[in-house]
């Protein structure tokens, strides 16, 4: 018998410890002696190990069943390759009669008394939808398809009975799906007040931050005019005593003094500098020495000013202290880096930036634009930011944030914005055009893009290991969504628990619209996807909420929702030549009261799948049938419009559709 499920499984004996792999794999109660985990054993340096002389242990914790141990034989493994380090275990019955979570323990016996500890990892098995439909089959294993077949035209009355529960098991799945779609629609509310909510606490924190800035400025400005004015009365008092005094080199010393006092006196008045650069000071880091040196003591609001023509031949590195007295600014509207630059245009970290008030343009040359390596906070000015960076346009990491409403890092050779580790960027109308990835949010990082434009990009937005991507409309300009048409790959990639919430977004001409893998999530309403090659690919226990969207001109397989995925698409518009909705590996979609007419194949559903079409017109399809079940799938079609491959209200080998 063929193995057609394959879990493959590095096990690696290592001395850096065996942390839990969760290897995503979902197996089903039919997948009965067709389904194996593949294992292939390493040692540290990554060498297979030779097995030949050794005994494969294995153990399996049934996490959902009270930890219950589940030890197989060593018969029980196929060694597929001794030298090579490989066998194979074929998922017995037993174990797939359970139903929930699995951690798996393998080990080494080798004949000479040694053994290894090779790892630790975890997968799931999940009821197959006729495991619900037949009850009787048991824990142990489901009844072919052919007999319940021929056991329903012998016995009708027994056949109607399991029909109307079928009707009722789906009846009550649908409503699952309708609890779903309810606690989608909260979840997503919640989701935009949230994001409100966190943009509006941080800008008043911006701004309390500033008041209190510039109240502390003006305090300490106050307080160094009242020491000033004390010392000028004593001054004036020496001044009156020095004409008496004999010794006349007394009073040149008294002299002397008081003009130093008085040129310090008008350093410390001084409320605004600016520092031309090159007239003043040949270059970006030569201006910033003079502020370190000499005037951020001073308290003095600086201008940076690069002249007209000047290129900037290196960057700036800051220092552990708030610039936000410091604005960088330009007379030309694009300001060049010069031939042969290297390195990050502005670093800091544990720092304010200083406010960027120009547009820089990289040329492809160096490093970062703007580099928030750790704590650090930045705000770039509308129309202003870096264009074409040698790799990324701003780099956002550890605990830093960035607000940049209106920037522009378009042209990045590789990120427009990178942000990592458990940030927050606020970049509305941003523009992330042309850049090998427009934005890339890792490790529990939140970025918010609402209507900004990141088109002509390989991927337009990856996020990945928690991610989280942002772009829904802001009201005051409704007629203006985000866009990430044209990218050549997928438009919008999660994996790892990754999420993007967004509504109406512009998706066309692209590789792929959307892709969600591994737990992901996408709550995303009224998007249109048009002319790509792919629409969306869901898998792996990943969700999305795409209730009112539309798609057409799609060339390939629209919308494919497989192991474990769930779709929510009520109301939806889908005019294809292809297949609209391909459902496989235990997955469900709900398409309530879509509009799917004039399709290839409309709905097709398969391996214990579930797809709910209530009011769904499917008409005008030019495949042989509208609704296509296959290998225990159900469809519910009651009120739909379109022929069914199978007869409605019946059990078959290919599983039924209730109408």
Same mark, same amino acid.
């Given at each position: 018998?063929?193995?057609?499920?394959?879990?493959?499984?590095?096990?690696?004996?290592?001395?850096?410890?065996?942390?839990?792999?969760?290897?995503?794999?979902?197996?089903?109660?039919?997948?009965?002696?067709?389904? =194996?985990?593949?294992?292939?054993?390493?040692?540290?340096?990554?060498?297979?190990?030779?097995?030949?002389?050794?005994?494969?242990?294995?153990?399996?914790?049934?996490?959902?069943? +009270?930890?219950?141990?589940?030890?197989?034989?060593?018969?029980?493994? +196929?060694?597929?390759?001794? /030298?090579?380090?490989?066998?194979?275990? %074929?998922? /017995?019955?037993?174990?797939?009669?359970?139903?929930?979570?699995?951690?798996?323990?393998?080990?080494?016996?080798?004949?000479?008394?040694?053994?290894?500890?090779?790892?630790?990892?975890?997968?799931?098995?999940?009821?197959?939808?006729?495991?619900?439909?037949?009850?009787?089959?048991?824990?142990?294993?489901?009844?072919?398809?052919?007999?319940?077949?021929?056991?329903?035209?012998?016995?009708?009355?027994?056949?109607?009975?399991?029909?109307?529960?079928?009707?009722?098991?789906?009846?009550?799945?649908?409503?699952?799906?309708?609890?779903?779609?309810?606690?989608?629609? @909260?979840?997503?509310?919640?989701?935009?007040?949230?994001?409100?909510?966190?943009?509006?606490?941080?800008?008043?924190?911006?701004?309390?931050?500033?008041?209190?800035?510039?109240?502390?400025?003006?305090?300490?400005?106050?307080?160094?005019?009242?020491?000033?004015?004390?010392?000028?009365?004593?001054?004036?008092?020496?001044?009156?005593?020095? /004409?008496?005094?004999?010794?006349?080199?007394?009073?040149?010393?008294?002299?002397?003094?008081?003009?130093?006092?008085?040129?310090?006196?008008?350093?410390?008045?001084? *409320? &605004?500098?600016?520092?031309?650069?090159?007239?003043?000071? /040949?270059?970006?880091?030569?201006?910033?020495?003079?502020?370190?040196?000499?005037?951020?003591?001073?308290?003095?609001?600086?201008?940076?000013?690069?002249?007209?023509?000047?290129?900037?031949?290196?960057?700036?590195?800051?220092?552990?202290?708030?610039?936000?007295?410091?604005?960088?600014?330009?007379?030309?509207?694009?300001?060049? %880096?010069?031939? $042969?630059?290297?390195?990050?245009?502005?670093? $800091?970290?544990?720092?304010?930036?200083?406010?960027?008030?120009?547009?820089?343009?990289?040329?492809?040359?160096?490093?970062?634009?703007?580099?928030?390596?750790?704590?650090?906070?930045?705000?770039?000015?509308?129309?202003?930011?870096?264009?074409?960076?040698?790799?990324?346009?701003?780099?956002?990491?550890?605990?830093?944030?960035?607000?940049?409403? +209106?920037?522009?890092?378009?042209?990045?050779?590789?990120?427009?914005?990178?942000?990592?580790?458990?940030?927050?960027?606020?970049?509305?109308?941003?523009?992330?055009?042309?850049?090998?990835?427009?934005?890339?949010?890792?490790?529990?990082?939140?970025?918010?893009?609402?209507?900004?434009?990141?088109?002509?990009?390989?991927?337009?937005?990856?996020?990945?290991?928690?991610?989280?991507?942002?772009?829904?409309?802001?009201?005051?300009?409704?007629?203006?969504?985000?866009?990430?048409?044209?990218?050549?790959?997928?438009?919008?990639?999660?994996?790892?628990?990754?999420?993007? %919430?967004?509504?109406?977004?512009?998706?066309?001409?692209?590789?792929?619209?959307?892709?969600?893998?591994?737990?992901?999530?996408?709550?995303?309403?009224?998007?249109?996807?048009?002319?790509?090659?792919?629409?969306?690919?869901?898998?792996?226990?990943?969700?999305?909420?795409?209730? $009112?969207?539309?798609?057409?001109?799609?060339?390939?397989?629209?919308?494919?929702?497989?192991?474990?995925?769930?779709?929510? =698409?009520?109301? @939806?518009?889908?005019?294809?030549?292809?297949?609209?909705?391909?459902?496989?590996?235990?997955?469900?979609?709900?398409?309530?009261? &879509?509009?799917?007419?004039?399709?290839?194949?409309?709905?097709?559903?398969?391996?214990?799948?579930?797809?709910?079409?209530?009011?769904?017109?499917?008409?005008?399809?030019?495949?042989?049938?509208?609704?296509?079940?296959?290998?225990?799938?159900?469809?519910?079609?009651?009120?739909?419009?379109?022929?069914? *491959? %199978?007869?409605?209200?019946?059990?078959?080998?290919? $599983?039924?559709?209730?109408?």
């Amino acid at each position: 018998m063929p193995i057609l499920k394959k879990g493959e499984i590095e096990a690696k004996a290592t001395a850096y410890g065996t942390e839990v792999k969760s290897t995503g794999y979902v197996f089903y109660s039919y997948d009965k002696k067709a389904s =194996a985990l593949f294992f292939q054993f390493r040692n540290q340096n990554g060498e297979t190990t030779d097995i030949a002389n050794a005994k494969i242990r294995l153990l399996l914790i049934k996490n959902d069943d +009270e930890d219950k141990e589940f030890i197989p034989n060593q018969e029980d493994f +196929e060694i597929i390759s001794k /030298p090579g380090g490989k066998a194979k275990f %074929v998922l /017995p019955e037993m174990l797939l009669a359970y139903q929930g979570k699995v951690t798996g323990y393998i080990y080494l016996d080798f004949e000479d008394g040694s053994q290894t500890d090779d790892g630790q990892f975890t997968f799931r098995i999940k009821h197959s939808m006729i495991t619900h439909v037949l009850p009787e089959a048991g824990d142990k294993y489901v009844q072919d398809f052919e007999d319940v077949k021929e056991r329903v035209e012998q016995a009708g009355d027994s056949a109607t009975k399991d029909i109307e529960k079928a009707k009722d098991d789906a009846k009550s799945q649908i409503g699952d799906y309708v609890g779903e779609v309810e606690s989608a629609k @909260s979840d997503m509310q919640e989701s935009v007040d949230q994001v409100n909510k966190d943009y509006e606490d941080w800008k008043a924190e911006q701004e309390e931050q500033q008041t209190t800035f510039e109240s502390d400025t003006n305090k300490t400005i106050n307080g160094i005019n009242t020491k000033v004015e004390k010392a000028q009365t004593k001054i004036s008092d020496l001044e009156e005593w020095v /004409p008496n005094a004999d010794d006349l080199a007394t009073k040149q010393y008294v002299d002397e003094s008081v003009e130093g006092f008085n040129e310090t006196n008008e350093k410390l008045n001084v *409320r &605004s500098v600016k520092l031309n650069v090159p007239s003043d000071f /040949p270059t970006l880091d030569s201006a910033f020495h003079e502020i370190e040196s000499n005037i951020y003591a001073t308290r003095a609001s600086v201008y940076v000013n690069i002249e007209a023509g000047h290129q900037i031949s290196e960057g700036v590195v800051l220092k552990s202290r708030d610039y936000r007295r410091v604005t960088i600014q330009s007379e030309d509207d694009i300001v060049e %880096v010069a031939d $042969g630059f290297t390195g990050d245009l502005l670093k $800091g970290s544990d720092c304010h930036f200083p406010i960027f008030n120009l547009l820089v343009d990289m040329k492809s040359l160096g490093s970062f634009g703007l580099g928030l390596y750790s704590n650090a906070n930045a705000t770039v000015k509308a129309g202003c930011g870096v264009i074409n960076a040698g790799d990324d346009g701003v780099f956002v990491n550890r605990l830093s944030q960035l607000y940049a409403h +209106e920037a522009n890092f378009s042209g990045a050779t590789r990120c427009g914005m990178f942000v990592d580790h458990a940030n927050a960027v606020y970049a509305r109308y941003v523009n992330l055009d042309n850049c090998e990835v427009g934005v890339r949010a890792t490790k529990g990082s939140v970025v918010e893009v609402a209507n900004a434009s990141i088109q002509n990009c390989r991927n337009a937005i990856l996020a990945t290991e928690g991610g989280k991507v942002i772009g829904i409309t802001d009201p005051s300009e409704p007629d203006r969504h985000l866009n990430v048409s044209g990218a050549s790959g997928n438009a919008i990639d999660l994996t790892n628990g990754a999420e993007f %919430v967004a509504d109406k977004v512009v998706i066309e001409n692209c590789g792929t619209g959307i892709v969600a893998r591994a737990s992901s999530k996408v709550v995303c309403s009224g998007t249109g996807i048009v002319n790509c090659g792919e629409a969306m690919k869901l898998s792996k226990q990943s969700t999305a909420y795409m209730g $009112g969207f539309y798609m057409n001109s799609i060339t390939d397989t629209a919308i494919t929702v497989y192991e474990g995925a769930f779709l929510q =698409a009520e109301s @939806s518009e889908c005019h294809v030549d292809g297949v609209a909705f391909t459902i496989k590996n235990g997955s469900r979609v709900n398409l309530d009261d &879509s509009d799917l007419t004039n399709c290839g194949t409309p709905v097709k559903c398969s391996y214990g799948s579930h797809a709910n079409c209530y009011n769904v017109d499917a008409t005008g399809h030019t495949a042989s049938y509208g609704f296509y079940v296959y290998t225990g799938s159900t469809i519910n079609a009651v009120e739909a419009l379109g022929d069914l *491959r %199978v007869t409605a209200n019946t059990l078959t080998s290919d $599983g039924y559709i209730i109408q």
